[in-house]
Nanobody, 123 residues
Framework: QVQLVESGGGLVQPGGSLRLSCAASGTILSINSMGWYRQAPGKERELVAVISSGGNTMYAGSVKGRFTISRDNAKNTVYLQMNSLKSEDTAVYYC?????????????????WGQGTLVTVSS
C-alpha cells in the first residue's frame, strides 16, 4: 500500500502565506517526480508545480515567483511554499507522485494522488 498524505491547507488572507506538505509512505523503492495540482470550484484540475528527482522544477505561469516547490528525498516529502496568495489561488490542492514500489508481484511503477487539502484565500 502506497499513499500520499497532504497537510498545511487552511484559510489565509490575501497577501498571506501557507506551506503545504505531502509525505509518501509505503513500500517505496524510488520516487521520480513529485508535484502539486489544484482544482478550483467549477474548473478542471491544473498543474501548479512539479519537481524531479534531481531537483529540476517547473511552475505554472500564474504562480511563478510566488510559489516554491521543494522536496526532502530522505523523508519522501514534497513541500509547496505559497506566498503573496490571491483569491484566485483558492482551490483544493492535490499532491502527485510518480514512483516505484514493491508489491507481492514485484516492482511496480505507479502514479499516486493524495486526498487533497483545501486552501481558501479570503478576507
Amino acid at each position: 500500500q502506497v499513499q500520499l498524505v497532504e497537510s498545511g491547507g487552511g484559510l489565509v488572507q490575501p497577501g498571506g502565506s501557507l506551506r503545504l506538505s505531502c509525505a509518501a509512505s509505503g513500500t517505496i523503492l524510488s520516487i521520480n517526480s513529485m508535484g502539486w495540482y489544484r482544482q478550483a470550484p467549477g474548473k478542471e484540475r491544473e498543474l501548479v508545480a512539479v519537481i524531479s528527482s534531481g531537483g529540476n522544477t517547473m511552475y505554472a505561469g500564474s504562480v511563478k515567483g510566488r510559489f516554491t516547490i521543494s522536496r526532502d528525498n530522505a523523508k519522501n516529502t514534497v513541500y509547496l511554499q505559497m506566498n503573496s496568495l490571491k483569491s484566485e489561488d483558492t482551490a483544493v490542492y492535490y499532491c502527485n507522485s510518480g514512483l516505484t514500489h514493491l508489491t507481492p508481484a514485484g516492482r511496480q511503477n505507479r502514479e499516486v494522488w493524495g486526498q487533497g487539502t483545501l486552501v481558501t484565500v479570503s478576507s
